[in-house]
């Protein structure tokens, strides 16, 4: 397939999936704020040709529809997905190994494959070359959004013991100085977060190299959830059809097929401020401490293509990048977790804080009455496996009367709170992690989860439309109805769990007095409820990333019995609260200017309808 991002460029282009623009563009948020429209609408790949104050070309987009994500891998999707299942049930080879002959091939070929030396394509530049994209009007300053950031392990170094993965790198703003220094944001239990405490623990630098570019792979490859034992390096030789080309230079890798490399160092406790950022949650990621990359060199090769990818609230093009990965585990994830069928991070609800999953229930086929048992331990395998241990919520039911799609969200969650038994079903998760990105916690990421885990009968009739008794509380007010069985009300403004606390107590109240937790198992607390009901997404996003298990679940005749809590109706306080991060909005001044781009006899002409 691509040896380079400039071959895949022209094949889209051939292809019809690809526009370019021509005009100057700013990267201080008009790219950013074409490629969210161009999203959107369903449109192309994009290539700014003209960036202001860098000579490179940017890419944006290229991962904007499934469909184009399964054309850039045409080739080769079919055997990967044959290799990775295997990977996850290797009994398959050994049943059937003429079948399989060709997976050892597969891998085989896309072994990394050593250089001498540098390709002479290859330039030092700075820095400040480079087009330094701001996305959000808060944002902290340019941010690499695609970066494929390359460590190895310092105590076992060499290519196969390696880690590639994707952390943002901001590469101006804030105390960072240009050209010598650049942010790298990254959690403590990631790869190349292992690999600096080793580094550490020896006391010695840690090398990082951040490869931008090159195949559409190997930006996969850098967020994909291998199994065990197989390496981003050769599940991007895989992908590509290609094998991963390198060298060394000073002790650093050097990807060939980059467009761009940027070298450095981590040294040990060596921080500043990174942030803020907008983020896959709607909402800005702060100012915090992250390590700062001592820049080495920096290196562009001819004809190179800087791509990049805008996050904000879903759905984005990092929406289809899960979608894609998907479409190449496949049921990876069930092999992994025993006992799951199927698990769906909710995306419009910012993926981590929100799972719906499908498991099994077998632990007692011949009770009179069915409830919750084997799914209890599934729940517990789900949070506790990988980035799924970043949900707050999670809605898990088994497979009885008939089929279940987690995707179709409406359905499913209506089937589990028909069947849910609230004072039994619901179990808490408190003072543990959660998304680093989440601010709807105690402290960065810290915070609780809840499980919903409901089995059996139908227990209950769910409203469809507003019970008339609700329209007369006085705690809240404006009730709306989200789906069956759930209503959003509005609420005074937040203003601490200590008031919050005698409000909810007197809203439980009314809503027993009134009746409607009969037929409503789910009150939801909002500043605005018509904007919650407006849609589904809208419900999701505001209800999850807007609260905290632990902190902001009450319930109307609320109880505990042996340490379990259980109530007659959820009430979820979804309201902003002072110490969450504030919402991204985009800049209308902005918003204004880069219509230009869509004008008539423009580039991107009758792109938006």
Sequence with gaps: MYRNMEECVRDLEKHGHLIRVHEEVDPYLEMASIQLKVYEAGGPAILFENVKGSK??????????????????????????????LRSDPMKA???????????????KALPLKKNQLPASFKEISISDLPLIHHWPDDGGAFLTLPQVYS???????????NVGMYRVQLSGNEYEMNKEVGVHYQIQRGIGVHQTKANQIGQPLKVSIFVGGPPAHTIAAVMPLP???????????????????????????????DFVITGYLYPNDTKPEGPFGDHLGYYSLTHPFPVLKVDKVFAKDNSIWPFTVVGRPPQEDTTFGDLIHEITGDAI?????????????????????????????YIPYEKVKQPTELLTIANR???????SLAKYLFLTAEDERPLDTHNEVDFLTYILERIELRRDIHFYTNTTIDTLDYSGTGLNTGSKVAFVAYGEKK?????????????????????????????????????????????????EEIKRSGSFSTVPLFIICDDSDFVSETL???????????????????????????HWGCDAVIIDARIKPHHAPPLVLDPKVEKNVERFFSTGASLEGFLK
């Design 56 to 85: 490179y070309p940017a890419l944006a987009n290229l991962f904007g529809t499934v469909e184009r994500g399964k054309f850039l891998f045409r080739n080769t999707l079919d055997s990967v997905q044959n290799v990775i299942n």
């Design 537 to 563: 997404a809208n419900f999701l996003w505001v209800t999850f990333t807007r609260s905290n298990p632990s902190h902001d679940m009450y319930g109307v005749n609320e109880s505990y019995e042996f340490k």
């Design 152 to 162: 190895e392990d310092p105590v076992k170094p060499g290519i196969m013991n390696a």
């Design 382 to 388: 789900i949070l506790g496996f990988g980035q799924l």
């Design 94 to 108: 050994l049943k059937n190994p003429f079948k399989h002959v060709g997976n050892g091939l597969t891998a085989a």
């Design 460 to 508: 209950r009739e769910l409203c469809k439309d507003v019970p008339k008794s609700l329209n007369d509380l006085s705690v809240a007010c404006k009730p709306r109805l989200v789906m069956p069985g759930v209503i959003a009300i509005e609420g005074n403004r937040f203003s601490s769990y200590s008031s919050t606390r005698e409000e909810m107590i007197e809203l439980a």
């Design 334 to 362: 069930d092999q992994e977790v025993p006992g799951v069928k199927e698990v769906h991070a909710v995306d419009a609800a910012g993926v981590h804080p929100l799972l719906f999953a499908i498991g099994s229930e077998r």
């Design 228 to 258: 065990e034992g197989l390496s981003e390096v050769l599940f991007a030789g895989m992908l590509s059809g290609r094998r991963f080309r390198y060298s060394y230079l000073d002790g650093f890798c050097i990807s060939h097929d980059a």
